[in-house]
């Protein structure tokens, strides 16, 4: 037998720590290879880790809500070894712990073995780097361990030293007496119970699955067993002062607003325009069989006028490269879509974008929303934006000034679609005042790459487009 220690991988490009959302095995637990261990949350997203390697989990080296490094060991795992097998010197396991390699494998017929282990992450087995953790007789009672075939050990070696190691340890485990046992629960809601201060193990759960749900943990976080009449449970009582550790992703994000609000020269542009013409066409578009198991709404139609509006000017979907002292202009859009989420803002990207017809552009948006806000957005999903659409209208405001997200050179902000009164022209040139379908847009770029011109008529075009969108056939 050996003890493994899976480390925290780096399950991303260069993350550097994550939080430990939740253990999903305890100890005594047995795993196989690929079983999920540990649910944990990085600066981009929620992932579960499987483990390497089959075998028995001993020791749960950190504790949920815990932040730790990549390369940290987290989890003991004692697995089955080709070598002897029984209560003898080769029991001392604990004594050749490393980072998924036995050391008893450079002794027998262990050598050459190779742990399942998975894509992207897992053990080199052939490395020789290795850190000892024991004092060196402890390594000199290994060593002699694995020399020895079968005989029994010399009378040198201190034999008590195996038995207080080995599995008569039921009561010092102290993750099974001192964690509470998994409970069943989304990321997200366990998330959800860690803002409110909310100890999922005292829930109840209602559903047959026993899983718990948003709403128990809400209404646990309000004090009461139901929702009560005319309150709404996310209310908390008057002068209740709350402090919420800055991590995961609102960490990441903040660090980046930071660096491009105090980095990027913003400029910000406003267009008021009317689109009721739009809005008729997102109806029309609705009634279509081909649209009918798809989501149409305004902004499939702003982020095509947006994309139309870059082929005209490419110039905008663009980057600055400080080191070289250039200015890269991508050949390819990846249309970023800021999306708020219960772990914080997020910003998916749709891949080429502009190759898209207008349906797959809409399935492509429907299925990026829907996975930033269940929190399973792939990390490759989060990375390469060129150019990015916020969608404020959504929560009722007018427009906006927003930060660039780093590394592109524009933002457009889609305001609320409003009917306003507004004053048209027809035909014969007489104007007169009607309710009309009114937005605005806002427009923030990086004036280092982007001049006043240059960004002013790409906020025109766009918003052409929305104004008629049959411009967009000329």
Not at 140 to 163: C, E, I, L
Not at 286 to 297: C, G, I, N
Not at 428 to 449: C, E, Y
Request: overall charge neutral.
């Amino acid at each position: 037998m050996a003890i493994k220690q899976f480390r925290l991988p780096d399950v991303g490009e260069g993350l550097t720590e994550a939080e430990i959302l939740q253990w999903v095995v305890a100890v005594g637990d047995e795993v196989k290879v690929n079983q999920t261990l540990v649910e944990i949350e990085t600066a981009k997203a929620a992932v579960e880790l499987p483990s390497p390697f089959a075998g028995v989990v001993r020791e749960l080296l950190v504790e949920q809500g815990s932040t730790v490094d990549v390369g940290t060991p987290i989890i003991s795992i004692e697995t089955a070894d080709a070598g002897p097998s029984g209560p003898g010197p080769a029991a001392a396991a604990p004594a050749a712990v490393s980072n998924g390699t036995s050391q008893g494998s450079q002794g027998g017929g262990a050598e050459g073995k190779r742990e399942p282990v998975l894509v992207g992450y897992g053990v080199a087995h052939g490395s020789t780097k290795r850190r000892s953790r024991k004092p060196a007789p402890s390594q000199a009672h290994q060593a002699a361990a694995v020399s020895a075939p079968a005989a029994p050990a010399p009378p040198a070696t201190p034999a008590p030293a195996p038995a207080p190691i080995r599995v008569e340890q039921p009561p010092a485990p102290e993750p099974v007496t001192t964690r509470p046992t998994y409970v069943l629960a989304k990321p997200l809601v366990r998330k959800l119970a860690k803002d409110l201060g909310v100890d999922l193990t005292t829930i109840a759960p209602e559903r047959e699955d026993g899983v718990i749900t948003r709403e128990e943990v809400e209404r646990a976080a309000a004090g009461v067993s139901a929702p009560p009449v005319g309150s709404h449970p996310m209310i908390r009582p008057a002068g209740e002062t709350r402090r919420v550790p800055i991590k995961g992703v609102r960490k990441a994000t903040a660090a980046a607003m930071v660096s491009s609000a105090f980095t990027a020269p913003h400029v910000t542009e406003f267009l008021t325009l009317d689109v009721t013409r739009t809005m008729k066409l997102v109806t029309r578009l609705k009634a279509l069989p081909e649209f009918a198991d798809v989501k149409v709404s305004p902004l499939l139609l702003v982020a095509k006028a947006l994309l139309l509006a870059v082929a005209k000017h490419p110039e905008v979907n663009a980057s600055w490269d400080e080191a070289a002292q250039e200015i890269v202009i991508h050949g390819s859009v990846n249309l970023g879509i800021a999306a708020a989420t219960p772990r914080g803002l997020i910003v998916p990207n749709v891949k080429a974008a502009e190759q898209l017809s207008l349906r797959d552009l809409a399935v492509a948006l429907g299925q990026l929303t829907a996975t930033a806000r269940e929190g399973k957005t792939a990390l490759e999903d989060l990375t390469g934006g060129t150019i990015t659409i916020t969608n404020v209208g959504v929560f009722g405001v007018d427009t906006g000034t927003p930060i660039l997200n780093p590394g592109e050179a524009a933002i457009l902000a889609f305001g609320a679609v409003k009917q306003q009164p507004w004053v048209v022209t027809d035909k014969h040139g007489k104007a007169k005042i009607k309710p009309r379908w009114v937005t605005t847009l806002g427009l923030s770029f990086d004036h280092r790459l982007i001049d006043g011109e240059l960004g002013s008529k790409f906020l025109r075009d766009i918003g052409r487009v929305l104004a008629d969108p049959v411009v967009s056939l000329v």
